[in-house]
C-alpha cells in the first residue's frame, strides 16, 4: 500500500527561514514603493488636490488635458526626449572607451577606475551645486585671466547653452559607474580570441568591433538599460543646476510633475496621471531596448 509522502520538517523550517529574511524587504518595498504606485495610478483618475479627503472621480479627463491642453508638459516632455537621445548615446560611448583605455593599460588601473568613478560618489544634487559654482564663478575668472572668450557665457542662463551645462554634469556624475561595468564585461573576453584575430590579420578596431563587442553585449544592454531609465527620471541635476530655468526652457518631465503636485494648487491627481504617462513612455522604452539588444546577444 502507498503511504501520503510526507514534506520532512526540514523543509518547513527552510520555507520559514526563507520567509523571515524575505519578508522585512517585501514590507518596506510594498510600503514605500508598491503601494503608492497603485495609489498613484487611483489617483490619477480623479480630481483630489492631496489635500483634502474627498475628491472626484472624473476618468481619464487628466490625461486628456495633459496631452492635449497643457503646452508646458509637452515641452518638457520634448526636452526629456533631447536629453535622454544626447545621455543615452554621450554616456555609453564616453564610458566604453575610458573602459577600453584604462582595460589596455598595464599600469595604473586601479589609479583610472577609481579617478572617473569618484565623481559617482558624490550626490547628484551636489554635483549641481558645485558646477553652478564652476559656471558663474570659476570659468569666467579663468576666461579673464587667460583670454578664452568662450569660457566667458551665460552657461546656465542662456537657454542655448545651459542644455550642454546639464549635459556636462550629468556625464561627470555618471560614466564612471557604466565604465566600471563595461571594464567588469571587458576582463571577461578570452585573450586568446583576440590574439587569434591579430594572427589573423585583423587591426585595433577590427579586432574591437568583430570580437570584442560582441562579447561584450550583456554588458552594453546593462548600461543601456540603466542610462534610459536614469535619463528618463533625471530631476536633481537640472532641479539644482538651473531650476528649470531660464523660464522652462530646461523644464524636464519630473520637474513638471513636482510643480504640478507641489506648487500649482497642489494638482495631486493631475500630477499623478502624468507620472503614469511618464511610466508607460518608460516601460515602452525599456521593452524596445531590451528586445533589440536580446537579439543582438542572440546573434553575438
Not at 490625461?63 to 508638459?73: K, R
Not at 553652478?132 to 579673464?144: M, R
Not at 502624468?274 to 546573434?299: A, G, R, Y
Request: proline residues 3%; contains cysteine; charged residues 10%.
Amino acid at each position: 500500500m502507498g503511504g501520503v509522502k510526507t514534506v520532512p520538517i526540514r523543509v518547513h523550517k527552510n520555507l520559514l527561514l526563507l520567509i523571515a529574511f524575505v519578508a522585512p524587504a517585501f514590507v518596506l518595498y510594498a510600503i514605500f514603493l508598491l503601494i503608492p504606485t497603485i495609489g498613484g495610478m487611483y489617483y490619477s483618475f480623479t480630481d483630489w488636490n492631496g489635500l483634502n479627503r474627498t475628491y472626484d472621480f472624473i476618468g481619464f479627463a487628466n490625461f486628456v488635458d495633459a496631452l492635449t491642453d497643457d503646452p508646458d508638459f509637452i515641452g518638457s516632455l520634448l526636452f526629456t526626449l533631447k536629453y535622454v537621445l544626447f545621455m543615452v548615446v554621450l554616456q555609453n560611448v564616453i564610458a566604453l572607451l575610458l573602459a577600453v583605455l584604462i582595460e589596455s593599460r598595464k599600469r595604473s588601473k586601479t589609479f583610472f577606475r577609481t579617478l572617473f568613478f569618484m565623481p559617482n560618489m558624490i550626490s547628484t544634487i551636489i554635483s549641481a551645486f558645485m558646477w553652478t559654482f564652476v559656471f558663474t564663478q570659476v570659468l569666467p575668472q579663468l576666461a579673464e585671466k587667460t583670454m578664452i572668450t568662450f569660457l566667458d557665457q551665460s552657461w546656465i542662463g542662456d537657454p542655448n547653452v545651459s542644455f550642454y551645462s546639464i549635459l556636462i554634469v550629468s556625464l561627470w556624475n555618471g560614466v564612471g559607474y557604466m565604465m566600471i561595468i563595461y571594464l567588469a564585461a571587458l576582463q571577461g573576453v578570452p585573450q586568446s580570441l583576440k590574439e587569434a584575430a591579430i594572427i589573423d590579420g585583423a587591426n585595433t578596431f577590427q579586432t574591437f568591433f568583430r570580437v570584442t563587442l560582441p562579447m561584450i553585449t550583456h554588458a552594453l544592454t546593462i548600461c543601456l538599460f540603466l542610462t534610459l531609465n536614469g535619463a528618463f527620471k533625471v530631476f536633481e541635476v537640472v532641479y539644482g543646476l538651473t531650476g528649470g530655468g531660464p523660464g522652462r526652457s530646461t523644464q524636464v518631465i519630473t520637474m513638471n510633475i513636482y510643480e504640478e503636485a507641489f506648487s500649482n494648487n497642489f494638482l495631486y491627481g493631475y500630477a499623478s496621471a502624468k507620472s503614469v504617462i511618464l511610466f508607460i513612455i518608460i516601460l515602452v522604452f525599456t521593452f524596445l531596448q531590451i528586445s533589440i539588444m536580446k537579439k543582438k546577444e542572440v546573434e553575438a
